[in-house]
């Protein structure tokens, strides 16, 4: 699903392994074995997301909106 979006930016509402909400602007690099690595625009560092952990996200331009 997020393969179609690599090199461009999403945004996302995460939960990560302790439970915590953040909403981040990523910058997709490559998706593999359910984890998508990116940079986080806001910090500029490297990332892992699981995307099973993705709780909403949407494509910058307004496409590809979606919730769980």
């Known amino acids: 699903m997020f ?3 690599l090199e461009q930016t999403i945004e996302i509402i995460y939960e990560d392994q302790k439970g915590k909400i953040t909403q ?3 910058q997709i690099h490559s998706v593999r074995d359910s984890r998508i690595r990116a940079t986080c625009l806001e910090t500029g560092q490297p990332r892992v997301f699981n995307v ?3 709780l909403s996200w949407r494509h910058e331009k307004g496409r590809g ?3 769980s």
Request: proline letters at 0%.
């Open 3 to 5: 393969e179609k979006y």
């Open 65 to 67: 909106s979606h919730a």
């Open 52 to 54: 099973n952990n993705i």
């Open 24 to 26: 981040r602007k990523i």
